[in-house]
T-cell receptor, first 112, second 114 residues
Framework: DQQVKQNSPSLSVQEGRISILNCDYTNSMFDYFLWYKKYPAEGPTFLISISSIKDKNEDGRFTVFLNKSAKHLSLHIVPSQPGDSAVYFCAASAWGSNDMRFGAGTRLTVKP | GAGVSQSPSNKVTEKGKDVELRCDPISGHTALYWYRQSLGQGLEFLIYFQGNSAPDKSGLPSDRFSAERTGGSVSTLTIQRTQQEDSAVYLC????????????FGPGTRLLVL
């Protein structure tokens, strides 16, 4: 069962504009969420996280928003840069669980 | 090295053969995870090791899959009697043991079963 869903397999934006990547989850026990970025032939690297006690976390050009009532989170990248082109995975876990669930990923392409 | 390493980087095998995949975690990381990424799928949790505790094997898809972690460091994922549906990228990650700690991923092993 897909408890974490990224419904857009790909997204293309122009350099300098905002990129918005979306993620939905179904398990109400999830209380910690992460975004990972993956370049081809490399493992995912941690980007930003948010716990359920917050609704926003910002780190430089990256901001993650969490809407618990909608079971939805999003990653905003502004301004987008060509080097941001990668696959972005959303992940979620519940307190004390080893089982971190990942979405299928969204391939972001930022055009110069 | 400073990061998680995995070997081999690529493995091509014939259906029915056994394969072993190796993971060297970051020194000091007592938690180690194995994941699988099949084409078009998200990362699928396989197994988790934490120190000397019994591993969490709840994600292993069948009894053909097993994993060991010797001395609390290096881990080996073994797939017996490989099937074509086992073809995927197998990723290892390590972290400090506390819940919520960021996981650091290796580059993965790309397995192709012919």
């Amino acid at each position: 069962d897909q408890q974490v869903k990224q419904n857009s397999p790909s997204l293309s934006v122009q350099e300098g504009r905002i990129s918005i990547l979306n993620c939905d989850y179904t398990n109400s026990m999830f209380d910690y969420f992460l975004w990972y970025k993956k370049y081809p032939a490399e493992g995912p690297t941690f980007l930003i996280s948010i716990s359920s006690i917050k609704d926003k976390n910002e780190d430089g050009r990256f901001t993650v928003f969490l809407n618990k009532s909608a079971k939805h989170l999003s990653l905003h990248i502004v301004p987008s840069q060509p080097g941001d082109s990668a696959v972005y995975f959303c992940a979620a876990s519940a307190w004390g669980s080893n089982d971190m669930r990942f979405g299928a990923g969204t391939r972001l392409t930022v055009k110069p | 090295g400073a990061g998680v390493s995995q070997s081999p980087s690529n493995k091509v095998t014939e259906k029915g053969k056994d394969v072993e995949l190796r993971c060297d975690p970051i020194s000091g990381h007592t938690a180690l995870y194995w994941y699988r990424q099949s084409l078009g799928q998200g990362l699928e949790f396989l197994i988790y090791f934490q120190g000397n505790s019994a591993p969490d094997k709840s994600g292993l898809p069948s009894d053909r899959f097993s994993a060991e972690r010797t001395g609390g460091s290096v881990s080996t994922l073994t797939i017996q009697r490989t099937q074509q549906e086992d073809s995927a990228v197998y990723l290892c990650a390590s972290s400090f043991p506390d819940w919520g700690e960021t996981q650091y991923f290796g580059p993965g092993t790309r397995l192709l079963v012919l």
